[in-house]
């Protein structure tokens, strides 16, 4: 019941929300009298933080339409390649003209997005960073409510296959980047491939601030999921998707849910925020102002994950550890990362991370012990968080770069 009456509450806020946005213009558009009355940027600003903080956030855009390769413009197409009931391959296909030959031979990368919540264009500053020297594809996961539950459920495994379909499908000269959640499916995925001794490995798998073994400085995250009981999650965060969505009936983790999650973890920072939202609306400073709205219109906007999903990755990432135990089996098939041997790997850690704690990316070499030593690299990221890690300044300045020059190395 408690998404239904998310809904409902939704649907009866629905009316303050437009009320105030439309309010929060009556008092700032100058050809209004009311944005000439006394206190008319303060009451603006105080029902526009009401409409934030109430209106629904959908889906942003990646919103990339060009890039500068070699100091040419080239505009950025984005093409979904490859559409699965569950996600969408999206390729950043560069329209080069006659003067710009360089992107039709850079080296094509895989960037596997999370599914833990936000939607993969959270990615954004990943993607644009990446793009001058590389031919980009994505994995745009789909809002689980917007999936009829007539195309089955997807699992664990599931995402794993969904991998593996990706890297063949770009064939042998790929380039696989995982963020986060990923990098376990993504390992997973490599070492069966290599156990079936696979012609089309990448060259390559660059995996940032993952859980590979959850064990190694755990967090705040990693303590709610090994301290809560199995039964715990299944009957406290799993809910039917109400008659109003396209995956109605279909048992998920819902975003709202999530949402509340995030914000949980620091809400004394978020109160604070919004609060400076309201400052800087009513002193006039447009320029915070936007880049405030810009952050909380991606970190709002969040989707409900399957609830297989979500439930086996609890389990087996989190509770029984099963990938650095060697006790992970895929439908029959044990995960062996031993078993890879042709494929460079860079682990890369924030030294700030609270989601991922330091050593949990890195545990992947102790796995992977038949990839020769020159082929493997590891860097931890001073000063950095976990969303610094692929999104900010440090990440242009310090971590990019790096990938870029491993993916050359190793091309």
């Excluded at 500053?125 to 793009?131: A, F, I, S, Y």
Aim: hydrophobic residues 40%.
């Amino acid at each position: 019941m408690l998404y239904q009456l998310h809904e409902m509450n939704r649907t009866l806020l629905s009316p303050l929300v437009q009320w105030a946005e439309a309010s929060s213009k009556l008092f700032t558009n100058p050809v209004s009298p009311f944005a000439h009355t006394p206190f008319a940027q303060r009451i603006a600003a105080g029902y526009e933080l009401m409409f934030r903080l109430g209106k629904e956030y959908e889906k942003p855009a990646f919103g990339i339409t060009s890039v500068e390769v070699d100091g040419h413009r080239v505009a950025i197409i984005e093409d979904a390649v490859l559409d699965k009931p569950f996600c969408k391959l999206l390729h950043f296909r560069k329209e080069c003209s006659a003067t710009v030959a360089a992107p039709l031979d850079q080296p094509k990368v895989l960037l596997v997005a999370p599914l833990s919540g936000h939607h993969a264009t959270l990615l954004r500053d990943t993607v644009r960073e990446l793009l001058p020297n590389h031919d980009v594809y994505i994995t745009d996961w789909t809002d689980a409510r917007m999936v009829a539950l007539d195309k089955g459920a997807f699992h664990l495994h599931d995402y794993i296959y969904y991998v593996q379909e990706f890297i063949r499908y770009l064939g042998p000269d790929l380039h696989v980047i995982s963020v986060c959640q990923p990098t376990v499916p993504v390992l997973a995925a490599i070492s069966l491939m290599a156990s079936a001794e696979e012609k089309c490995l990448p060259k390559t798998m660059v995996m940032m601030g993952g859980p590979i073994d959850s064990r190694k400085s755990p967090t705040q995250v990693n303590d709610l999921a090994m301290n809560k009981p199995f039964a715990w999650f299944e009957n406290n965060v799993i809910y039917s998707v109400p008659p109003n969505y396209p995956g109605y009936g279909r048992r998920v983790y819902p975003g709202f849910l999530q949402h509340a999650g995030f914000v949980a973890m620091n809400p004394r920072r978020h109160a604070q925020s919004h609060w400076e939202f309201y400052l800087h609306l009513r002193e006039g400073d447009n320029e915070s102002a936007e880049e405030h709205r810009k952050f909380y219109d991606e970190y709002n906007a969040v989707l409900d994950m399957p609830a297989e999903y979500y439930l086996e990755t609890i389990k087996t990432v989190f509770q029984d550890h099963a990938l650095p135990m060697g006790t992970w089996d895929v439908e029959g098939k044990r995960v062996r990362p031993q078993d890879i041997k042709t494929v460079a790997l860079f682990t890369i850690e924030g030294e700030l991370d609270d989601i991922s704690g330091s050593g949990q990316t890195s545990a992947a070499h102790e796995l992977c012990v038949q990839i020769p030593q020159h082929m493997k690299q590891h860097y931890t990221a001073p000063k950095c968080g976990h969303y610094g890690i692929f999104s900010g300044r440090r990440w242009r300045e310090m971590i990019a770069p790096k990938i870029g020059e491993f993916i050359r190395t190793h091309r």
